[in-house]
Structures are given as structure tokens and as C-alpha cells.
């Protein structure tokens, strides 16, 4: 069966290439869905009522909809997450440590910090700028390799088995020597064309230099920063842009939410109203009132979408030995009985069906009952909405560090299988 989508191991680099903060992702998959007839509508205004193809953003998330085809039927919404974990800049950036020029840094998320160490790093991320009266944002990206946390000698170590990070005093960045005429903040405002004084807050990141990369004896691996969860962002675009041209009987959906890596607690997080109140404003639009949202919502269902663990072949032993993941095995079906994962009977089925619509291979994935077991956002939109939800992904090694591995040929069977689900 021909694939789906045009989703591919180089378009999924170029991608994550473009997209090194939770903003630039929102950009990256605006512009994609811009090229594909997407229009861009305002939460502060009222949407239209014509059927279309539409997006709305909220600072590093962003929600997506077609009603094209099917303009009063029922949602298909795959969900997933903007943000990485990293190393972020706190808000005074600047140290001078034994002769040496700092940025204070502090993790974001659970990052794997060791990967972090002895790497180029740029900066990106977005300032609020003075602009008269009001704050304007303002993206900003470096990709010069400016920073750097270096890792202590050997010679130097208590412990020459491994070296404990400290959080708060052993992931400052080095980015000079002696004194500089230039703060950080200031050095970034020269780099965006505003003045320091201008700027007024900042939400900034580290982001790894090395670009992504199709790897392997057999181009059948990608090398990679932030796969998790740029790799379900990547592929959920690439579905909707399908669903959108071919759904007949569902509104397919695809919503993006920062701050997953951090509880998602937050005025654009996957537990703030933003999918329930974008979801009633697509049935307002068309005339339709709560009855009618309502209703719509109780024949609707979610695909949240998030990395999954494959087997790890230096470390089978921590891995659920009834269920192997495998790179390149397609997309992975994620079931927890404590709901760590959202997945149920029906979910898991309707998920099924969709894999075999797309004619991609179905894995599923248990976490070892002694361990604990990560989350997503699946658990949280399904109590703050009631949708009826799955937990899905594809599989990868080295979730949460600084570069991640997972199969080439997973990118496709992942995306064509959401498009499935979304209605394709």
C-alpha cells in the first residue's frame, strides 16, 4: 500500500532543524500548514463561520482544525507536545566565575543532564519587548556555538566511575573570558536589532548545534535532538495536512500544547482550557450552540501522541520482557492499568483499526510493573475534556537526552497511521 503522507526521515530533520524552542515549533508548523491553506485566526477575534481550514496559537502551542469536508460532525484530534527538555537561562543570566564569563543555567524537565556536558550550544527562545505602551515577542535564535557546560577532568573527580550534576552549580554554560563589555540579555538584543533596555522578559533555552540526521549502516536510524516530542509534531502536521483533503465524517484536529515535560500546568499546558475553549468556539463558529458541542464532543476521540521507549540492547533486563519495541517496527500502542497512560479497550481498538487502514504494523508497549512509569498528555485531556483517548507513539532510545536515536522508516508508518486516525 502506497504511504498516506509525504512524511519522510529528511523532512522530520529538517523539521527539528528549524524548530530548536516550543516557539519556533509553533512557527515551523504554521508555515507548513499555511502552505497548505491553512489560515491563522485570533483568539480576540470572532471566527469565521465559513467551512475551512484554520489555526490558532497561544504562545508555544498551537491548535489546528479543517471543517472543509465535514463542518458539523464530530472531532478526530491527535494531541501532542511542543516542548523538550533542556537547559534553560534564569533571569540573571550573568556570572564571572573565577575568571570566567557564565550563563547561569537551570534544567527544564527531566533532561538527561550528563548529555548536556561538552556540547556546542546555541540559544533560542522568545523576549517581550518594549514596543511603546505594550510587549511585543520577539523569537530569537543563535546558532553559533556560543555556550558550552564543560565536563570535569577525571583526574579531578571524587568518583572516577561517573560524576553526580549538581542542578544548581554544575550546568552554568562557559561563553567567555575576562570581562565582556556585553550581558547576556544585551548581547541577545544586538542579535534580534532592539534595544537591551528594551527588553523586558525572556523565555530562553540551550538548544544542540549538531544538526538531525539520517544515520546507519543502512540510512535506517535518525540521529536527532528532541524527537521527543518534535517527532509526533513533525508527523501529526504531515496527518492533518492529508485528513484535511480527505476526512468525510469527523473534524480532525491537531492540538500541540507546551509545557507537557512539566506537569502541564500552565495558560497554554494540555490542563488549561485552551483545547476545550477552541473546540466549543469550531461549533459557535457554525451556528451550533453547548447542546450542539456537547454533543459533538461525546462522539469524538483523541490520539495523544508521545515518544515511546524501545528495547534497549544494552539494557534489555529493564524493559518488559513480554513486550518488545522494536526501531523501524511501527507506531507503539501504550497501556498502563494505573493510567499513567490514557489508553482503554475502546482507544486501543480504534487505534488498531487506524493501523490497519494505513497497512503499518501495530506494537504495544507495557512499562516493568517495578518501575516508574513516565506520562503524557493523554491522562490530563481526557478528565479535563472527557474525550474517550489513546496513548500512541514511536519508538526511540534515549528519551530525554540531549540528541536521541529512532528508526527512519518509524516516521511514516507514524504519521500515515495518524492521518488514518484522523480520518484519511
Not at 253 to 272: I, Y
Not at 346 to 357: I, K, V
Request: proline share 5%; net charge negative.
Amino acid at each position: 500500500m502506497a504511504s498516506l503522507t509525504s512524511a519522510t526521515a529528511a523532512g522530520l530533520c529538517s523539521f527539528v532543524d528549524a524548530s530548536p524552542s516550543p516557539f519556533h515549533v509553533v512557527e515551523t508548523v504554521a508555515s507548513e500548514l499555511a502552505a497548505h491553506g491553512f489560515t491563522a485566526v485570533a483568539e480576540t477575534d470572532a471566527w469565521p463561520s465559513e467551512p475551512g481550514r484554520y489555526l490558532v496559537v497561544r504562545g508555544g502551542s498551537i491548535i489546528a482544525w479543517s471543517t472543509e469536508r465535514a463542518p458539523d460532525a464530530a472531532f478526530r484530534i491527535v494531541g501532542g507536545h511542543t516542548d523538550s527538555p533542556n537547559l534553560r537561562v534564569k533571569q540573571n543570566p550573568d556570572l564571572d566565575v573565577a575568571g570566567w564569563q557564565m550563563v547561569a543555567l537551570e534544567p527544564y524537565g527531566g533532561a538527561w543532564l550528563n548529555s548536556w556536558l561538552d556540547r556546542d550550544l546555541g540559544i533560542s527562545g522568545r523576549l517581550g519587548v518594549r514596543d511603546g505602551g505594550s510587549v511585543r515577542d520577539v523569537l530569537v535564535r543563535v546558532d553559533r556555538p556560543i555556550l558550552r557546560v564543560p565536563q570535569l577532568a577525571i583526574h579531578l573527580s571524587e568518583d572516577r566511575k561517573g560524576v553526580h550534576l549538581d542542578p544548581q552549580n554544575n550546568v552554568n554554560a562557559i561563553w567567555g573570558v575576562g570581562r565582556s563589555p556585553h550581558s547576556f540579555i544585551g548581547f541577545l538584543a544586538d542579535e534580534v536589532g532592539v534595544d537591551p533596555g528594551d527588553v523586558l522578559g525572556w523565555e530562553l533555552m540551550t538548544h544542540d548545534l549538531n544538526p538531525a540526521a539520517v544515520v546507519g549502516l543502512s540510512d535506517d536510524l535518525v540521529s536527532s535532538p528532541r524527537l521527543d516530542n518534535q517527532g509526533t509534531c513533525y508527523a501529526g502536521t504531515e496527518a492533518l495536512v492529508v485528513a484535511a483533503a480527505q476526512a468525510d465524517d469527523c473534524i480532525p484536529v491537531l492540538a500541540l500544547f507546551d509545557h507537557e515535560e512539566v506537569g502541564s500546568m500552565s495558560d497554554r499546558g494540555a490542563f488549561s482550557d485552551l483545547m476545550n475553549t477552541v473546540l466549543e468556539r469550531i461549533v459557535l463558529s457554525r451556528g451550533g450552540g453547548r447542546e450542539e458541542f456537547l454533543r459533538a464532543m461525546a462522539g469524538s476521540i483523541h490520539a495523544s501522541g508521545d515518544m515511546a521507549h524501545a528495547t534497549h540492547p544494552n539494557y534489555v533486563s529493564r524493559h518488559e520482557p513480554a513486550h518488545r519495541i522494536e526501531v523501524n517496527g511501527g507506531p507503539v500502542l501504550k497501556v498502563n492499568q494505573n493510567l499513567r497512560y490514557a489508553t482503554d479497550a475502546a482507544g486501543a481498538a480504534a487505534f488498531a483499526l487506524a493501523c490497519e487502514r494505513a497497512d503499518v504494523p501495530l506494537q504495544r508497549y507495557v512499562h516493568r510493573a517495578d518501575l516508574p512509569c513516565g506520562s503524557t498528555i493523554g491522562p490530563i485531556t481526557a478528565s479535563r475534556t472527557g474525550l474517550s483517548t489513546v496513548d500512541v507513539g514511536a519508538a526511540q532510545l534515549a528519551m530525554h537526552s540531549a540528541r536521541e536515536v529512532m528508526g527512519a522508516h518509524d516516521v511514516d508508518m507514524y504519521a500515515d497511521a495518524l492521518a488514518a486516525f484522523l480520518g484519511a
